[in-house]
């Protein structure tokens, strides 16, 4: 069975530019979730998909967004990049419902280097 | 709110050794409490998970973790390091439908 698959696997960019962040989720998990994990600031999350919508959201600006598809994938999109926004960003997948006590299956990361 | 707190960020014993990774959380509700790992390079795996029923924990690999209320901890052993276990380790708490995770700890292992 696959896992949790995320392209690009390393992506640069500069200030003031879009990055668009791609995720599949393990064949049968509804639920798709994105992490920042930066230097020095630990993981933290961002964004939360279930069936189409937006469940939960980190704090983080509204630059941060992102979308899930009809066949369970997503997108992150981060607007305006500022160069703290370096860091590796993980997608997880899980079964729908309460992210709470699902467990949470990652993908590899995608790299984010902001010049 | 949810926290998580794992003290110190760096852990190093000696192969064969205990392993001892320290977890205390703070919530107004009663958590679900997971541990996870990430080797080198590689993207975040479950090692053990703490909804409800028993308080000792069992998981992969050979680690265990003790839910104790009295002390709000929920810390990570393994009785005996190998070198495979260096590796980040992450504290995780969830509680209304949001995941918390501490600063994460690197453990090293001497051979």
């Known amino acids: 069975e696959a896992g949790v698959t995320q392209s690009p696997t390393h992506l640069i960019k500069t200030r003031g530019q879009q990055a668009t962040l791609r995720c599949s989720p393990i064949s049968g998990h509804t639920s798709v979730y994105w992490y920042q994990q930066a230097l020095g600031l630990g993981l933290q999350f961002l964004l939360w998909?279930?069936?189409?919508?937006?469940?939960n959201r980190g704090n983080f600006p509204p630059r941060f967004s992102g979308r899930q598809f009809p066949n369970y994938s997503s997108e992150l999109n981060v607007n305006a990049l500022e160069l703290e926004d370096s860091a590796l960003y993980l997608c997880a997948s899980s079964l729908g419902g309460s992210s709470s006590y699902n467990e949470q299956f990652f993908g590899p990361g995608t790299r984010l280097t902001v010049l | 709110a949810q926290s998580v707190t794992q003290l110190g960020s760096h852990v190093s014993v000696s192969e064969g050794a205990l392993v001892l990774l320290r977890c205390n959380y703070s919530s107004s509700v009663p958590p679900y409490l997971f541990w996870y790992v990430q080797y080198p390079n590689q993207g975040l795996q479950l090692l053990l998970k703490y909804t409800t029923g028993a308080t000792l924990v069992k998981g992969i690999n050979g680690f265990e973790a003790e839910f104790k209320k009295s002390e709000t901890s929920f810390h990570l052993t393994k009785p005996s390091a190998h070198m495979s276990d260096a590796a980040e380790y992450f504290c995780v708490g969830g509680a209304n439908s949001k995941l918390t995770f501490g600063k994460g700890i690197t453990l090293s292992v001497r051979p």
């Open positions: 998909y279930d069936e189409g919508e937006e469940r």
